[in-house]
């Protein structure tokens, strides 16, 4: 199944850019990218996916091709479910499924609890259907604090974004993502960067001795020589929002209490997709704490009984992207089961 269309939906602040495969007329899934990630994450997976279904990712505001947020608008978690809402409006959507990797997993599961006649299924890979909040509640305010520190900081400077060579962006991006294999990494930054333009010494030339010639009032006529060799503008920079920084800055975090109240309005079936080698708490020390991801599932198990499942697979973070085939053939299941449930594995 190969790629139909590139859309760019109108938003109040320019507009949200997205990738859709199949007939606009099939059963609609959106699909929604994890932190700093874009909509390529997904360029691996739905192309093993059924046929029979529309599958539209989507870039979150201030990532991929995507319009940033205007000034002093903060990237809070509840805009990006906000998002999500705009887009179904905008393909006139009433009812559709979500697929969701890590952070677009909490996006999803809170649109789902907020507005659960619209989901008729939510596909969590590697993810939770809300910011379970586990051991932050004593930084909570420093994140907030951080937060908006952070914003004022990156507009009082002004600073453009930094161009670098493909090289040292891909090894820095996989630095800081040591789940994605390189191939993946560059997918990612296909569309998460910016090449720079090639231009003529002579352009800038002519430029500078133009900008001269006003200042002290001489025809530019009347000079000649400027060469004609090609410079290359250097790098490449990212196109996502300096703004956004550490998850943990933008997060709803919710209690245990609030988190069963919520998945208690939830209408849509649900399969969590757990990789075995993946993350297990938003903050990486703390990874090795498997418990709030067990009381995930299993309040998700008592609470929606048959309407949950909760199926664990061989791979890391980014195992749709990396190993695509190891969720294809559970994620198609469930998406075509009238029940909602995988078939047996």
Same mark, same amino acid.
């Given at each position: ?39 390529? !994450?997904?360029? #691996? ?39 999500? /809402? ?59 604090? /951080? ?43 296909? #569309? ?90 938003? /903050? #990486? ?13 299993? !309040? ?46």
């Amino acid at each position: 199944m190969g790629l139909i269309s590139k859309l760019k939906l109108a938003v109040p602040w320019g507009h949200i850019a997205a990738r859709a495969w199949g007939s606009h007329q099939a059963a609609p899934v959106l699909c929604l990218h994890g932190w700093l990630d874009n909509a390529n !994450s997904f360029d #691996r997976l739905i192309p093993l996916l059924p046929k029979d279904f529309y599958y539209v990712a989507m870039d979150f505001g201030g990532h991929g091709l995507s319009s940033h947020y205007s000034p002093g608008f903060p990237y809070y978690h509840q805009n990006f479910v906000s998002e999500v /809402r705009r887009v179904a409006a905008a393909l006139k959507w009433n009812r559709f499924s979500i697929l969701g990797h890590s952070f677009g997993g909490t996006v999803g599961g809170m649109f789902s609890c907020i507005f659960p006649e619209m989901v008729d299924k939510l596909v969590l890979l590697d993810s939770s259907p809300l910011a379970l909040d586990t051991n932050e509640v004593d930084n909570l305010l420093t994140c907030k604090r /951080r937060a908006i520190e952070h914003v004022l900081q990156v507009e009082a400077s002004r600073k453009p974004a930094q161009a670098v060579s493909p090289e040292e962006m891909l090894q820095g991006f996989l630095k800081n993502n040591s789940h994605v294999g390189e191939a993946c990494g560059k997918h990612l930054l296909q #569309r998460g960067t910016t090449q720079g333009a090639t231009v003529s010494l002579q352009q800038v030339m002519t430029f500078l001795l133009a900008f001269w010639c006003f200042l002290v009032h001489k025809d530019p006529s009347e000079h000649f020589g400027v060469p004609r060799d090609e410079i290359v503008m250097p790098g490449v920079w990212l196109n996502r929002d300096q703004r956004i920084t550490w998850p943990e800055h933008c997060f709803d975090f919710v209690s245990r209490e609030l988190f069963v109240h919520y998945i208690k309005n939830l209408q849509a079936h649900v399969l969590l997709i757990k990789a075995t080698e993946g993350y297990y708490a938003l /903050r #990486r020390e703390n990874d090795g704490n498997r418990e709030p991801m067990m009381f995930v599932s299993s !309040s998700l198990k008592s609470v929606l009984k048959e309407r949950f499942q909760y199926v664990e697979v061989p791979g890391n973070h980014y195992i749709h992207m990396n190993q695509p085939q190891q969720v294809a053939g559970i994620i198609s299941s469930f998406l075509q089961n009238k029940e909602g449930t995988p078939a047996p594995l």
